[in-house]
Structure formats: structure tokens, C-alpha cells
């Protein structure tokens, strides 16, 4: 597995990966239809879209509802000869810090049919190197308490437990842990 950037090349098996998702229990339901909506409509932009380094894209709705101001970041998506899932980096420039709504620095998603083959590891550890190559000294990754799979792929890439917390209400609520992963500088 390897992460790519999002191309019209990949745009096929993306699609045909968004149209198997199809209960709306899925926490990723909505972006997921917001991306099919984007894309429908216009493709070449949406793929642009994916090195937001100006935050331009529209903002972002939350959960619960909320819309909130969009961070620049980059989307890459997982690839095995089809798309598997996707990770994202997002950053404030200048800073480690981030907005009270923004969880993490880095977040990935893995289809339900691509899971258990260490894809979200492999994802993480591959977009570690970005964010250093943004002066990062550290990212920040959140995994939900009940969420034991996610805080492996954190831990087995160096993650150090920072807190438990409650998630703000905007962005889903519920108990989560913050992980700190030290960037080596090259």
C-alpha cells in the first residue's frame, strides 16, 4: 500500500469505493456524499482540491451541524491497485497549534472492505514526513476511547498519550484520546 495523491487516474476506483458505502450509519457517511455531490459536478476541481494549501475549499460541516472555517491541508488517498481510504493532514501555518474545533492534525479512514491488512499504520507513518516538511515539530492524532484500533496505528507509530478528553459537542461529543508523534527533523 501507498499513499498517492488524488488524480483522475484514481478518480474511478474512488468513485466505485464511495458508491459501496451505503448506510448512513457510517460516521463518514456525509462527507462521503458531499464528495460524490463535488465531484458530479465537477471533477478536475474537486481533485485540485485536494492540496488545499490556501484553505480555499468551502467550509466544513460538522456532525452536529455546525460549519466551520476550513484549515489548508492535504488529502491523500491509499492505494493498493485500488483506493483503500484516505488520510489527511491539516495545519495552521506557523503553528502546532490548532482551532478548538479542529480534534487533530492528521486524520485517515479506511474502507470497511480494505481493514485489518495495517493500511491505516502504513498511511499514517507515510504522511509523518509531510508535516515535518511543514517545520512541524510534532502531530497530533485523537482516537475515540472506544476506538482500540485506531489508538494501535497511533501507538505503533510513536504516538505518546497527551489526555483523555470530551470532544466538544460540535464535533460529535463523546470521550477521546490525544496523541502526541514526535517528528524527527532530517
Not at 17 to 24: E, G
Not at 81 to 107: A, E, M, N
Not at 156 to 163: A, D, T, Y
Amino acid at each position: 500500500m501507498d499513499l498517492v495523491r488524488p488524480t483522475a487516474q484514481h478518480l474511478a476506483s474512488y468513485l466505485s469505493a464511495l458508491q459501496r458505502i451505503s448506510t448512513k450509519d457510517d460516521p463518514f457517511f456525509k462527507m462521503y456524499e458531499r464528495e460524490l455531490a463535488e465531484i458530479a459536478q465537477d471533477s478536475a476541481s474537486f481533485l485540485a482540491s485536494m492540496d488545499d494549501l490556501e484553505a480555499k475549499r468551502p467550509p466544513i460541516e460538522l456532525p452536529n451541524g455546525s460549519i466551520i472555517p476550513r484549515l489548508p491541508s492535504i488529502t491523500r488517498w491509499m492505494w493498493d491497485g485500488d483506493v483503500c481510504g484516505s488520510t489527511q493532514l491539516r495545519w495552521l501555518p506557523g503553528t502546532t497549534d490548532l482551532p478548538p474545533y479542529c480534534l487533530g492534525h492528521i486524520s485517515y479512514a479506511v474502507f470497511p472492505w480494505k481493514r485489518q491488512r495495517g493500511y491505516a499504520s502504513t498511511a499514517l507513518a507515510l504522511l509523518l514526513p509531510s508535516a515535518r516538511d511543514l517545520g512541524m515539530d510534532f502531530v497530533e492524532v485523537v482516537a475515540d476511547v472506544e476506538n482500540l484500533t485506531s489508538q494501535k496505528v497511533i501507538l505503533r507509530n510513536g504516538g505518546s498519550l497527551v489526555e483523555e478528553f470530551t470532544k466538544p459537542v460540535l464535533s460529535g461529543g463523546g470521550q477521546a484520546f490525544r496523541y502526541r508523534i514526535l517528528l524527527e527533523t532530517a
